[in-house]
Protein backbone atom coordinates (compact mmCIF):
# COMPACT_ATOMS: atom_id res chain seq x y z
CA UNK A 1 0.00 0.00 0.00
CA UNK A 2 1.71 3.36 -0.92
CA UNK A 3 2.02 5.81 1.89
CA UNK A 4 0.42 9.06 1.14
CA UNK A 5 1.95 12.25 1.00
CA UNK A 6 0.92 15.82 2.36
CA UNK A 7 2.49 19.70 2.45
CA UNK A 8 1.18 21.47 5.47
CA UNK A 9 0.81 25.54 4.35
CA UNK A 10 0.35 27.70 7.16
CA UNK A 11 1.06 30.59 8.64
CA UNK A 12 3.56 31.76 11.65
CA UNK A 13 0.89 32.93 14.27
CA UNK A 14 2.43 32.35 16.89
CA UNK A 15 5.11 29.60 18.92
CA UNK A 16 2.05 28.06 20.14
CA UNK A 17 0.45 27.88 16.74
CA UNK A 18 3.54 26.48 15.57
CA UNK A 19 3.70 23.55 18.14
CA UNK A 20 0.00 22.60 17.11
CA UNK A 21 1.28 22.20 13.20
CA UNK A 22 4.56 20.40 14.38
CA UNK A 23 2.52 17.73 16.57
CA UNK A 24 -0.39 17.57 13.97
CA UNK A 25 2.42 16.41 11.22
CA UNK A 26 4.05 14.40 13.86
CA UNK A 27 0.90 12.65 14.53
CA UNK A 28 0.44 12.04 11.10
CA UNK A 29 3.85 10.70 10.50
CA UNK A 30 2.79 8.11 13.24
CA UNK A 31 -0.71 6.92 11.33
CA UNK A 32 1.11 6.29 8.13
CA UNK A 33 1.81 9.73 6.26
CA UNK A 34 4.20 11.30 5.08
CA UNK A 35 3.67 14.94 6.15
CA UNK A 36 6.04 17.78 4.67
CA UNK A 37 6.80 20.97 6.94
CA UNK A 38 9.19 23.83 6.64
CA UNK A 39 10.36 23.57 10.34
CA UNK A 40 11.60 19.91 9.05
CA UNK A 41 12.70 20.35 5.58
CA UNK A 42 13.78 23.93 4.90
CA UNK A 43 16.76 25.36 6.05
CA UNK A 44 18.63 28.84 5.94
CA UNK A 45 19.54 29.61 2.83
CA UNK A 46 16.22 27.85 0.87
CA UNK A 47 14.63 29.05 -1.66
CA UNK A 48 11.21 29.71 -0.32
CA UNK A 49 9.39 29.78 -3.33
CA UNK A 50 11.12 26.98 -4.68
CA UNK A 51 10.47 24.80 -1.49
CA UNK A 52 6.96 25.17 -1.78
CA UNK A 53 6.11 24.76 -5.10
CA UNK A 54 8.05 21.94 -5.70
CA UNK A 55 6.46 20.12 -2.38
CA UNK A 56 3.06 21.73 -3.49
CA UNK A 57 3.28 19.48 -7.17
CA UNK A 58 4.88 16.52 -5.21
CA UNK A 59 2.21 16.02 -2.40
CA UNK A 60 -1.09 13.95 -2.64
CA UNK A 61 -2.78 15.98 -0.49
CA UNK A 62 -2.43 20.38 0.76
CA UNK A 63 -3.19 20.86 4.42
CA UNK A 64 -4.19 24.56 4.36
CA UNK A 65 -4.14 25.10 8.30
CA UNK A 66 -7.05 28.67 8.29
CA UNK A 67 -6.39 30.92 11.21
CA UNK A 68 -7.37 34.52 10.93
CA UNK A 69 -3.96 35.63 9.94
CA UNK A 70 -3.74 32.78 7.46
CA UNK A 71 -6.89 33.49 5.80
CA UNK A 72 -6.25 37.18 5.76
CA UNK A 73 -2.51 36.96 4.20
CA UNK A 74 -4.01 34.66 1.59
CA UNK A 75 -6.75 36.95 0.80
CA UNK A 76 -4.02 39.43 0.33
CA UNK A 77 -1.80 37.64 -1.85
CA UNK A 78 1.32 38.20 0.82
CA UNK A 79 4.02 36.66 0.16
CA UNK A 80 8.05 37.25 -1.08
CA UNK A 81 9.56 37.85 2.49
CA UNK A 82 10.27 35.28 5.27
CA UNK A 83 7.25 32.55 6.64
CA UNK A 84 5.18 34.40 4.56
CA UNK A 85 5.35 32.91 1.37
CA UNK A 86 4.38 29.53 2.96
CA UNK A 87 1.33 30.52 2.19
CA UNK A 88 -0.43 28.68 -0.81
CA UNK A 89 -1.65 31.36 -2.64
CA UNK A 90 -4.59 32.00 -5.34
CA UNK A 91 -1.77 31.90 -8.22
CA UNK A 92 -0.30 28.71 -7.18
CA UNK A 93 -3.82 26.98 -6.38
CA UNK A 94 -4.78 27.48 -9.98
CA UNK A 95 -1.61 25.70 -11.40
CA UNK A 96 -2.47 22.52 -9.39
CA UNK A 97 -5.35 20.35 -8.93
CA UNK A 98 -7.89 21.78 -6.68
CA UNK A 99 -8.79 18.77 -5.34
CA UNK A 100 -5.56 18.61 -3.42
CA UNK A 101 -6.36 20.77 -1.18
CA UNK A 102 -8.29 20.26 2.53
CA UNK A 103 -8.43 22.83 4.30
CA UNK A 104 -8.36 22.68 8.32
CA UNK A 105 -10.16 25.46 10.24
CA UNK A 106 -8.23 26.80 13.57
CA UNK A 107 -10.00 29.97 14.01
CA UNK A 108 -10.81 30.03 17.54
CA UNK A 109 -14.23 32.05 16.75
CA UNK A 110 -16.07 31.70 13.06
CA UNK A 111 -14.51 29.11 9.98
CA UNK A 112 -13.48 31.59 8.03
CA UNK A 113 -11.72 30.28 4.78
CA UNK A 114 -9.75 32.04 1.80
CA UNK A 115 -11.23 33.30 -0.97
CA UNK A 116 -10.22 30.73 -3.28
CA UNK A 117 -11.63 27.86 -0.62
CA UNK A 118 -15.12 29.32 -0.11
CA UNK A 119 -16.61 25.82 -1.96
CA UNK A 120 -14.32 23.92 -0.04
CA UNK A 121 -15.56 21.23 2.41
CA UNK A 122 -13.40 21.69 5.74
CA UNK A 123 -12.05 19.74 8.91
CA UNK A 124 -13.38 21.68 12.12
CA UNK A 125 -9.85 21.89 14.52
CA UNK A 126 -10.80 24.45 16.23
CA UNK A 127 -11.96 23.09 19.60
CA UNK A 128 -8.82 20.85 20.93
CA UNK A 129 -12.13 18.29 22.54
CA UNK A 130 -12.43 17.40 19.10
CA UNK A 131 -9.44 17.22 18.35
CA UNK A 132 -9.44 13.07 18.41
CA UNK A 133 -12.65 12.89 15.53
CA UNK A 134 -11.48 15.92 13.64
CA UNK A 135 -8.15 13.45 12.96
CA UNK A 136 -9.58 10.10 12.33
CA UNK A 137 -11.76 11.76 9.49
CA UNK A 138 -8.24 12.85 7.77
CA UNK A 139 -6.44 10.16 8.58
CA UNK A 140 -9.38 8.06 7.11
CA UNK A 141 -9.76 10.22 3.72
CA UNK A 142 -5.74 10.79 3.26
CA UNK A 143 -5.62 6.65 3.13
CA UNK A 144 -8.94 6.55 1.49
CA UNK A 145 -10.80 4.49 3.91
CA UNK A 146 -14.02 6.18 4.89
CA UNK A 147 -15.62 4.95 7.67
CA UNK A 148 -19.12 4.43 6.01
CA UNK A 149 -18.46 2.68 2.43
CA UNK A 150 -21.23 3.52 -0.08
CA UNK A 151 -23.13 -0.37 -0.52
CA UNK A 152 -23.95 -1.42 -4.38
CA UNK A 153 -27.11 -1.42 -5.39
CA UNK A 154 -28.74 -4.37 -6.15
CA UNK A 155 -31.65 -6.05 -8.28
CA UNK A 156 -34.47 -4.46 -8.01
CA UNK A 157 -37.42 -6.58 -5.90
CA UNK A 158 -40.45 -5.79 -8.44
CA UNK A 159 -40.11 -7.96 -11.16
CA UNK A 160 -39.34 -6.72 -14.84
CA UNK A 161 -42.95 -6.85 -17.13
CA UNK A 162 -41.50 -7.06 -20.73
CA UNK A 163 -42.83 -4.49 -22.50
CA UNK A 164 -44.60 -6.26 -25.43
CA UNK A 165 -46.07 -8.10 -22.03
CA UNK A 166 -48.10 -4.97 -21.46
CA UNK A 167 -51.86 -4.99 -21.35
CA UNK A 168 -52.09 -1.72 -22.63
CA UNK A 169 -51.62 0.35 -26.16
CA UNK A 170 -50.89 -2.14 -28.53
CA UNK A 171 -52.53 -5.16 -26.60
CA UNK A 172 -55.32 -3.21 -25.82
CA UNK A 173 -55.83 -2.19 -29.75
CA UNK A 174 -55.29 -5.83 -30.69
CA UNK A 175 -58.21 -7.03 -28.27
CA UNK A 176 -60.79 -4.27 -29.31
CA UNK A 177 -60.22 -5.33 -33.02
CA UNK A 178 -61.21 -8.62 -32.05
CA UNK A 179 -63.84 -7.47 -29.72
CA UNK A 180 -65.15 -5.34 -32.80
CA UNK A 181 -65.14 -8.13 -35.29
CA UNK A 182 -66.93 -10.47 -32.74
CA UNK A 183 -69.42 -7.74 -32.10
CA UNK A 184 -69.63 -7.20 -35.98
CA UNK A 185 -70.37 -10.98 -36.80
CA UNK A 186 -72.97 -11.73 -34.14
CA UNK A 187 -76.23 -10.58 -33.74
CA UNK A 188 -76.17 -10.88 -30.21
CA UNK A 189 -75.08 -7.80 -27.83
CA UNK A 190 -73.48 -10.13 -24.97
CA UNK A 191 -70.38 -12.12 -26.47
CA UNK A 192 -69.22 -15.31 -25.32
CA UNK A 193 -65.53 -15.32 -24.12
CA UNK A 194 -64.89 -18.61 -25.09
CA UNK A 195 -65.23 -16.71 -28.62
CA UNK A 196 -62.35 -14.59 -27.74
CA UNK A 197 -60.20 -17.04 -26.06
CA UNK A 198 -59.89 -19.06 -29.48
CA UNK A 199 -59.88 -15.64 -32.23
CA UNK A 200 -57.00 -14.34 -30.37
CA UNK A 201 -53.48 -16.32 -30.74
CA UNK A 202 -52.03 -14.97 -27.30
CA UNK A 203 -52.03 -16.89 -23.93
CA UNK A 204 -54.66 -17.21 -21.93
CA UNK A 205 -53.28 -15.17 -19.30
CA UNK A 206 -52.49 -12.22 -21.28
CA UNK A 207 -55.79 -12.01 -22.74
CA UNK A 208 -57.52 -12.18 -18.59
CA UNK A 209 -54.96 -9.16 -18.56
CA UNK A 210 -56.06 -7.30 -21.33
CA UNK A 211 -60.08 -7.90 -20.76
CA UNK A 212 -59.43 -6.80 -17.25
CA UNK A 213 -57.80 -3.43 -18.78
CA UNK A 214 -60.79 -3.00 -20.96
CA UNK A 215 -63.18 -3.12 -17.90
CA UNK A 216 -61.17 -0.84 -15.53
CA UNK A 217 -61.55 1.56 -18.77
CA UNK A 218 -64.86 1.43 -19.27
CA UNK A 219 -64.67 -0.57 -23.02
CA UNK A 220 -65.89 -3.81 -22.22
CA UNK A 221 -68.38 -5.12 -19.18
CA UNK A 222 -68.55 -8.54 -17.96
CA UNK A 223 -71.27 -9.33 -16.24
CA UNK A 224 -70.65 -12.88 -15.97
CA UNK A 225 -67.61 -15.33 -16.05
CA UNK A 226 -68.20 -15.94 -19.18
CA UNK A 227 -69.70 -13.28 -21.08
CA UNK A 228 -69.08 -9.70 -21.51
CA UNK A 229 -70.77 -6.76 -23.63
CA UNK A 230 -69.10 -4.07 -25.76
CA UNK A 231 -69.76 -0.79 -24.31
CA UNK A 232 -70.46 3.08 -26.09
CA UNK A 233 -66.97 4.14 -24.60
CA UNK A 234 -65.42 1.13 -26.07
CA UNK A 235 -67.03 1.48 -29.97
CA UNK A 236 -66.11 5.01 -29.39
CA UNK A 237 -62.59 3.59 -28.84
CA UNK A 238 -62.90 1.28 -32.34
CA UNK A 239 -64.13 4.59 -33.93
CA UNK A 240 -61.36 7.00 -32.98
CA UNK A 241 -58.68 4.17 -33.31
CA UNK A 242 -60.20 3.35 -36.87
CA UNK A 243 -60.76 -0.54 -35.66
CA UNK A 244 -64.49 -0.28 -37.80
CA UNK A 245 -64.36 -0.19 -41.26
Known amino acids: MSIPKVFISYSHDSLDHKKWVLDLATQLRSSGVDAVIDQWDLRPGDDLAYFMETQVAAADKVLMVCT ?4 EK ?3 GVGGVGYEKMIVTAGLL ?6 KVIPLIRQVAGNKLPTFLQTKLYLDFSRQDQFEFSFDELIRTLHNAPLFEKPPITKSPFPVIPKAASPTNDGLRELMSVVVMLFETNSRDLQRYADLVNAMDISRVMIDLLVEE ?3 LGYLTQPTATLYQLTKSGKLYALE ?3 IK
Open 68 to 71: EKYV
Open 74 to 76: ANA
Open 94 to 99: ARIDSN
Open 214 to 216: AVQ
Open 241 to 243: KGL
